[in-house]
Each structure stands twice: as C-alpha cells, then as structure tokens.
C-alpha cells in the first residue's frame, strides 16, 4: 500500500464501509493519568464500521481485522492509546435502526 | 456486585501467579524500540497459567477496587452486575508488570487492555462484553459456563460507583 494513505484511508479500502464514523474523544482523556506525557490531539478514538466484510465473523475477528489496519497506529509510541469500535454488517444495523425506531 | 472480602484475597494470587514473569532488566536484547517484540517462551508460559488460573479472569489496568482506566472499570462493573463468582474470578493487574502488558497483547493478538478471558478462551475488550451485556449473550455464556454466583432472593443492586 502507498505509503501516502492514512489508517482510515486504509480501512475504506479494505472494508469498503457503508458507514464509517470516526471520533476523535481524546480531549475527553486529556487529564488522564496515562496521557500526563503526551501532547497529542490523537489518543482516543470511537470508530463505529458497518461493512459486509465481517458477514459470519464473530466480533473479535471483526475487532482484529481492524487492529490489524491500524497496527502501527497502535503500537508507535505516542500513537493511539485507546480505540473503542463499534463493528457490525449492513444487515446488523437495519436491525437496529428498527429496534430503536420501535423501542424509542 | 463483587464481594469486597472475596477480591483482594484473588487479587494477590493473581499477582503471585504474575510475578514469574522475567523483568527486563534479565532480557537487555530487547531494549532497542526499532525492534518487533517477540514473546518470548517464559512469558507465553506464565501467561498460559495466568489465563488458566480461574474460570474468569480478566485483564486490566489497576484492581478491581481501584481501576485505573475507564474501560477497565467499565468491565469490572459489567462482571459484578453479571453476578460473577469471586471465586471463580481473578484479575490481572497490568500495570503492575511490563511484560505482562506486553505480552497480553501478543499473546491475544489485541493490542489494548482491558482483556475479558472464559475458561481460557479470548471473549474480548471492553467494547465487546459492553455489547454482549448489553443483548444478552454474555449472561447467557457466564450462565452457561457456571460462573455466576445463584440468584438469591437478593435483588440486584446499581452499578457501584
């Protein structure tokens, strides 16, 4: 992969998302005990992935697939110290689009 | 909820259990950063027996008293709202130990903590066993597994804060 492409650039190439949310939450954690030596912007992120990519994969392969993108994100010094995925296929989330249609 | 007589007793196994762990100091060939970090054979042994020393057992950032993440408290509290056994429950401090933190993360193949493991198999992070309490199927594995404690006339109580 060209090395110009950015992890998330990564993750619509190889998922091909019908949804891809990402938040960056780090101001929420800047006061954190862990982060008192850190001044990047870029700590924690709240990725939410529909894709049919993770059809009949339970959610830690789905997980994994994810991490496997962002692997060196993840393991540089200073990178991404925390990252919450929200990973479901396009069929899993009509589903919950009606439940909260109905329940709410 | 957990009892809190239950949890320092298993805590301090856990950290017995840990504490094979070779320190760095001992594995000087590992100190460059540029370096891929390997697991090494004592490491993946201890860990072996860490993940098999309860039914449940968890790894996380602090005690189960005092977490020290809010993903690692989040979890801590999805387990005692499960009903979880504290006997058959034993967490992992680690930051109590770099080469477990490491190590976990090789070992399961997930690079954050806080790290859910059933009769040693890999259930997930916090974002899992938040979704999984949440439909349902975590109660349903725990039950399945015998790891709760039996429901007795005591109603469950709110999330302790």
Redesign the interface.
Same mark, same amino acid.
């Given at each position: 992969m060209a090395q110009s492409t950015t992890p998330m650039e990564d993750i619509a190439e190889a998922l091909q998302p019908t949804t891809l949310e990402i938040h960056n939450d780090s101001h929420l /954690?800047s006061h /954190?005990?862990?982060m008192q030596d850190s001044t990047s912007k870029e700590t924690h992120f709240r990725v939410i992935i529909t894709s049919d990519a993770f059809k009949s994969k339970m !959610?830690?392969a789905r /997980?994994?697939m994810v991490?496997a993108l962002l692997?060196d994100e993840? $393991?540089r010094?200073g990178g991404i110290h $925390?990252? !919450?995925?929200?990973t479901r296929t396009s069929e899993e989330e009509d589903k919950l689009r009606e439940n909260e249609a109905a329940g709410r | 909820m957990f009892s809190k007589r239950a949890f320092p007793s298993a805590f301090r196994a856990a950290t017995r259990a840990a504490r094979p762990l070779p320190s760095a100091a001992t594995a000087p060939r590992f100190v460059t950063p540029f370096q891929v970090r390997l697991l090494s054979t004592e490491v993946r042994t201890a860990i072996d027996k860490a993940v098999a020393s309860a039914p449940v057992v968890l790894f996380m950032k602090g005690t189960p008293e005092t977490p020290q993440c809010g993903f690692s408290r989040a979890t801590i509290q999805i387990l005692g709202m499960q009903g979880v056994d504290p006997e058959k429950f034993t967490a992992f401090n680690v930051l109590e130990d770099n080469d477990l933190r490491q190590g976990i993360k090789e070992y399961s193949e997930w690079p954050t903590i806080p790290q859910l493991y059933l009769e040693k198999e890999f259930v997930g992070g916090c974002d899992i066993v938040m979704t999984m309490h949440q439909d349902g199927s975590l109660a349903k594995m725990l039950e399945e597994k015998g790891v709760v404690l039996p429901a007795e006339g005591e109603t469950p109580s709110e999330p302790p804060q």
């Open positions: /954690h /954190h005990k862990a !959610q830690p /997980h994994r991490y692997k993840l $393991a010094e $925390a990252l !919450q995925l929200k | -």
